[in-house]
């Protein structure tokens, strides 16, 4: 262990022993930003980026599991993303895909998959399936997978839901109307039954949310975080957990 080493693991301790854990956030989500523009600045190839960035996640699992965090939403494929060049979506599905049977294989994490399933390759949409099946049992963290992700399509398919249910029920639009409130549409959305995320971070220092959970998030604390994903570090995390401890969550009040 060299002294830089040395120094960040005395530095992590005292934040972590700071650290009050009764004001842990329940459920994070987490923008996994920079893969690429971390690859391209250590002279790597952004499938190597996306291959460190998927390594990550592990890590980060487990520093939530120490700081007793119950839900983390891992954002890995946006909607967007899907329109890029095949030479760059098909490795990059291959890596999520390893990525979500590594989270399985643990043994440890409850795995769901949040997003357009239709939108995704079969082999893709297999393996998120098989995933989901394998882990339902499991006690541990609730990792939601957010590949095929979109906010705006979230909010579109659980309407379309909504109005799906209600047709079969037989109610007529005018009576739907009448009736349909905030919380019919949230009983409809990827992470129905969840808590929303009390933390939201972005790693790469982009200070945006880009469609990330546009529901969920609207009473969020964001923490927008320099490093790149890749380097996400623990304590990184740990500076995350005492921004958010340090804030009076007002709800709008």
């Given at each position: 262990?060299?002294?830089?080493?040395?120094?960040?693991?005395?530095?992590?301790?005292?934040?972590?022993?700071?650290?009050?854990h009764?004001?842990?956030?329940?459920?994070?989500?987490?923008?996994l930003?920079?893969?690429?523009?971390?690859?391209?600045?250590?002279?790597?190839t952004?499938?190597?980026?996306?291959?460190?960035?998927?390594?990550?996640?592990?890590?980060?699992?487990?520093?939530c599991?120490?700081?007793?965090?119950?839900?983390?939403?891992?954002?890995?494929?946006?909607?967007?993303?899907?329109?890029?060049?095949?030479?760059?979506?098909?490795?990059?599905?291959?890596?999520?895909?390893?990525a979500?049977?590594?989270?399985?294989?643990?043994?440890?994490?409850?795995?769901?998959?949040?997003?357009?399933?239709?939108?995704?390759?079969a082999?893709?949409?297999?393996v998120l399936?098989?995933?989901?099946?394998?882990?339902?049992?499991n006690?541990?963290?609730?990792?939601?997978?957010?590949?095929?992700?979109?906010?705006r399509?979230?909010?579109?398919?659980?309407v379309?839901?909504?109005?799906?249910?209600?047709?079969?029920?037989?109610?007529?639009?005018?009576?739907?109307?009448?009736?349909?409130?905030?919380?019919?549409?949230?009983?409809?959305?990827?992470?129905?039954?969840?808590?929303d995320?009390?933390?939201?971070?972005?790693?790469s220092?982009?200070?945006?949310?880009s469609?990330?959970?546009?529901?969920?998030?609207?009473?969020?604390?964001?923490?927008?975080?320099?490093?790149?994903?890749?380097?996400?570090?623990?304590?990184?995390?740990l500076?995350a957990?005492?921004?958010?401890a340090?804030?009076?969550?007002?709800?709008?009040?």
């Amino acid at each position: 262990m060299n002294l830089r080493d040395l120094v960040y693991g005395l530095y992590a301790r005292r934040v972590e022993g700071r650290l009050d854990h009764t004001q842990v956030p329940k459920h994070i989500g987490v923008i996994l930003d920079g893969n690429r523009r971390w690859a391209k600045a250590s002279g790597g190839t952004p499938e190597q980026g996306h291959k460190a960035g998927a390594d990550k996640i592990q890590e980060l699992l487990g520093w939530c599991a120490e700081t007793d965090v119950e839900v983390v939403t891992l954002w890995m494929l946006s909607t967007d993303n899907l329109n890029r060049p095949e030479e760059q979506l098909v490795p990059l599905l291959g890596i999520i895909e390893n990525a979500v049977r590594a989270l399985a294989a643990d043994g440890r994490w409850r795995v769901h998959h949040v997003g357009t399933m239709d939108l995704l390759p079969a082999r893709t949409q297999t393996v998120l399936k098989e995933a989901e099946q394998a882990t339902h049992g499991n006690t541990g963290i609730l990792v939601n997978v957010a590949v095929g992700y979109g906010g705006r399509q979230e909010i579109a398919d659980a309407v379309r839901s909504l109005l799906l249910e209600h047709a079969e029920r037989g109610t007529s639009f005018e009576e739907l109307a009448e009736i349909v409130d905030v919380e019919h549409i949230s009983e409809h959305l990827y992470t129905r039954g969840q808590p929303d995320p009390d933390l939201v971070i972005r790693t790469s220092g982009e200070q945006r949310l880009s469609g990330f959970m546009l529901w969920q998030s609207a009473h969020s604390e964001y923490y927008f975080c320099e490093v790149h994903w890749p380097a996400f570090r623990k304590v990184d995390f740990l500076r995350a957990l005492r921004d958010y401890a340090a804030r009076h969550r007002r709800y709008g009040a």
